[in-house]
């Protein structure tokens, strides 16, 4: 490799570069056997492809020198030249300069004692076939580099060596790739960095020596998100620890612009690898800390008192050491925390409250934490929950008052509270409530100015009024046990999406979309049914003419397989704007209860699911003009899933595009049911005759591989 950047960096090849093409690429055949190396070479011939890059990369910087008028002594032991290939210049030559036939020749001297060298390097001894090839390109913010590429399957690895002798991290033309520790061996996997490749990068996290682990890492082991893209400085950290740290030499901006890349705990420990990164954890834009982050993971289900005191302690101890230490020259632009309540929760929002008041802060998310997940709280530990919240919120004012985002969880708080919480955070837009209300079966009113995003999760309230939300955009209701309408809309005009689901039970009313729903016009609307009683009425387009008027995209999820699909025929028939439908049919074992005692004990339906879904099927002549899209997620060659696909065909004449998927994927529920999803051929040629033949369409038939 010496010999190649001696070479590529000579005078005489540099005076060359100036009037070359812009890409050189020299063709070079294996060396022919029985023909002597040079010495040098020798040497070296039991080394791979990355020990000989890193070994290159960690040398010192190469001066230019100039080309020895000695004859090489490589010279004798090729006597046929080398194949030569150029490409044709962008621009004509002037008249009057060197033909292509002189500059082919001019190259050919030039390039001949790096050809002979790379032709007795180890690594080009192995398939006799194969072919490789070196690309002098010219960067103009790097100077010039050598690019060489070895090897002639697909795809080809490219090895860049820059002028100071570093060498760059190995590239895969066309695919991304993942180097593993072991220096002769490159593998292509998934989850790549998606940091853009800088060429310090190859050498500038290489540690120095006093950091060196005694302990030689494993050949096998497979690098971390963390430090995937820097695999070849990891290579070469073995054999050499001289060469300049490149990446600190960057610029603060760019610097920044990486190392926010990492986890919030990692990019804070970069502060002591030297004096030029210890400002770095209190530059940064972004501070994400959660509960486990800083210590181990915890396991909530066996979680005690002390456990969460050092949680919270350390979170405590995290979120001093990077916000006390800013100044106001670096601005947050996201902070988030995750910690439980309790013990500590106070001072950690007194910390961000004096974070929010002394330095500028863009958006200030919270999520606050029960010891005990929802499952394993008793009422009275409900009780306490809420208790916490109030003493926090009395004793942090500021803190919600600055909070964009704020998820709540296994609390129970007084009538009070919550409106109290809603005027204090006037600056919030997020609001998750999981397991909480203000006792059973009680009225929940929400009025807020900011507000974008509500999700209300397994809730004891009766109903949820949605008085005054003027910026209200995205709604996820979801697990009630209200008798009547679990919800109310009152003034949301920026509506567009709601999500509601729900496992119905007998006594859960049929809910229906036009009275539910009121004034508001929404966009996307999503239906989970949970694998039990379908809890939806099919009205008439009269009905929904209003609230369906702007539809474009329904989803209904997880309807029984027991269940008639030729109900949901309503939601074309209302909805005249509608452009994709999505159906998925699943019995999800997993969330399902089974046992015919327990099913009546708790008060599940003993009829047919879909047996409150009755539908008029509209006249003969009904047709849907906006439908492009039908998914069906569960699909079985059966005839309630054909029949079906045949009447949406029927009904709509722009249809262009049908995905029929399999079941999804539970590995813990397992069903030894058979399966009826095409997956010959044969098949799925069937199916697509009696769609587009029988039925006389032109919409085209997918089968995804994937499951989704």
Same mark, same amino acid.
């Given at each position: ?9 000579? &005078?005489?090849?540099? @005076? ?18 029985? =023909? ?14 990355? /020990?000989?890059?890193?070994a290159a990369a960690c040398r010192p ?16 032991? !090729? ?23 002189? $500059? ?5 001297? #030039? ?16 398939? %006799? ?13 790097? #100077? ?26 190995? =590239? ?96 804070a420990r970069t502060g002591i690898l ?33 456990? =969460? =005191? ?50 500028? +802060? ?19 530990? *409900? ?13 942090? &004012? ?71 939300? %003027? $910026? ?29 689901? !729900? ?10 979309? /036009?009275?539910?729903?009121? $004034? ?16 939806? $009425? ?38 005249? /704007? ?50 492009? +899209?039908?998914?069906?997620?569960? *699909? ?11 009447? +949406? ?32 051929n044969k098949e799925r040629i069937a ?10 369409? *032109?919409?085209?038939?997918?089968? %995804? @591989? /994937?499951?989704?």
């Amino acid at each position: 490799m010496d010999a190649i950047a001696h070479w590529a960096f000579s &005078p005489s090849v540099l @005076s060359f570069l100036h009037h070359r093409p812009r890409y050189t690429t020299v063709t070079t055949s294996p060396p022919t056997p029985g =023909v002597p190396l040079p010495p040098r070479f020798h040497q070296e011939r039991g080394k791979g492809i990355g /020990s000989q890059l890193c070994a290159a990369a960690c040398r010192p910087p190469i001066s230019p020198i100039a080309p020895s008028s000695s004859p090489s002594p490589s010279d004798a032991s !090729n006597e046929d030249p080398p194949v030569l290939e150029q490409r044709r210049p962008n621009k004509q030559l002037p008249k009057g300069s060197c033909t292509p036939q002189s $500059k082919q020749r001019q190259l050919h001297s #030039e390039l001949r004692p790096a050809i002979e060298a790379i032709e007795a390097a180890p690594f080009l001894s192995g398939d %006799p076939e194969s072919k490789q090839s070196i690309t002098i390109r010219n960067r103009p913010h790097f #100077e010039f580099s050598l690019r060489v590429s070895i090897g002639g399957g697909n795809p080809a690895a490219i090895y860049t060596i820059w002028p100071d002798g570093t060498a760059a991290p190995p =590239v895969f033309e066309g695919d991304q790739l993942t180097a593993t520790r072991e220096p002769s061996a490159c593998r292509i996997s998934e989850g790549t960095s998606k940091l853009p490749w800088h060429p310090a990068m190859s050498s500038s996290l290489r540690r120095r020596p006093a950091a060196r682990p005694t302990a030689k890492p494993s050949a096998k082991g497979r690098l971390n998100s963390s430090n995937r893209w820097s695999s070849l400085a990891n290579l070469g950290e073995e054999e050499g620890h001289h060469q300049d740290d490149r990446l600190s030499s960057l610029p603060n901006d760019l610097l920044l612009n990486i190392i926010e890349r990492l986890d919030t705990t990692d990019a804070a420990r970069t502060g002591i690898l030297s004096r030029r990164w210890k400002p770095i954890p209190a530059m940064l834009s972004k501070i994400c800390l959660t509960v486990g982050s800083s210590d181990c993971d915890y396991d909530r289900s066996k979680l005690t008192c002390d456990h =969460v =005191v050092r949680a919270n302690a350390n979170m405590l101890q995290a979120t001093r050491n990077l916000l006390e230490s800013r100044t106001s020259l670096y601005p947050i632009h996201l902070l988030r925390l995750q910690f439980f309540l309790g013990d500590e929760s106070d001072s950690i929002g007194r910390a961000v409250a004096n974070t929010i008041s002394t330095k500028k +802060v863009g958006s200030v998310e919270l999520t606050l934490l029960t010891k005990k997940g929802g499952s394993q709280c008793s009422p009275a530990d *409900f009780l306490t929950h809420g208790k916490q919240l109030k003493s926090f919120v009395d004793a942090c &004012p500021n803190t919600f008052g600055g909070l964009s985002r704020l998820s709540l969880e296994n609390l129970r708080l007084g009538e009070s509270d919550f409106p109290k919480i809603f005027s204090i955070s006037k600056r919030l837009e997020f609001l998750r409530l999981c397991n909480c209300d203000m006792g059973l079966l009680s009225l929940l009113e929400v009025e807020h100015p900011q507000l974008r995003e509500l999700e209300i999760l397994k809730s004891d309230f009766e109903r949820v009024d949605l008085n005054w939300l %003027p $910026k209200l955009t995205t709604l996820s209701f979801a697990c009630w046990i209200s008798k009547h309408d679990p919800l109310s809309f009152g003034y949301v005009p920026l509506l567009q999406t709601l999500n509601i689901s !729900n496992t119905a039970l007998s006594y859960h009313k049929m809910l229906k979309l /036009s009275e539910l729903l009121g $004034k508001a016009a929404i966009r996307d609307l999503h239906l989970n049914f949970e694998s039990e009683k379908i809890w939806v $009425k099919p009205e008439g387009p009269r009905e929904l003419s209003q609230v369906f008027d702007k539809l474009r995209l329904v989803s209904l999820a997880d309807i029984s397989e027991e269940c008639d699909l030729t109900w949901t025929m309503f939601v074309l028939q209302g909805a005249p /704007s509608l452009q994709e439908l999505s159906i998925k049919v699943w019995d999800h074992l997993c969330d399902m209860v089974e046992d015919e005692e327990l099913r009546k004990r708790l008060k599940y339906t003993e009829v047919k699911k879909d047996a409150c879904a009755q539908w008029e099927a509209p006249a003969s002549g009904f047709k849907h003009h906006n439908l492009t +899209v039908l998914r069906i997620f569960g *699909f079985q060659s059966e005839d309630k899933f054909v029949d079906y696909i045949a009447g +949406v065909i029927e009904a709509s004449v722009s249809l262009e595009d049908i995905y029929l998927y399999e079941k999804p994927a539970c590995e813990t529920c397992k069903r030894n049911t058979k399966d009826r999803y095409p997956r010959t051929n044969k098949e799925r040629i069937a199916l697509r005759n009696i769609f587009n033949w029988e039925m006389s369409s *032109f919409a085209r038939i997918h089968f %995804p @591989s /994937s499951r989704n």
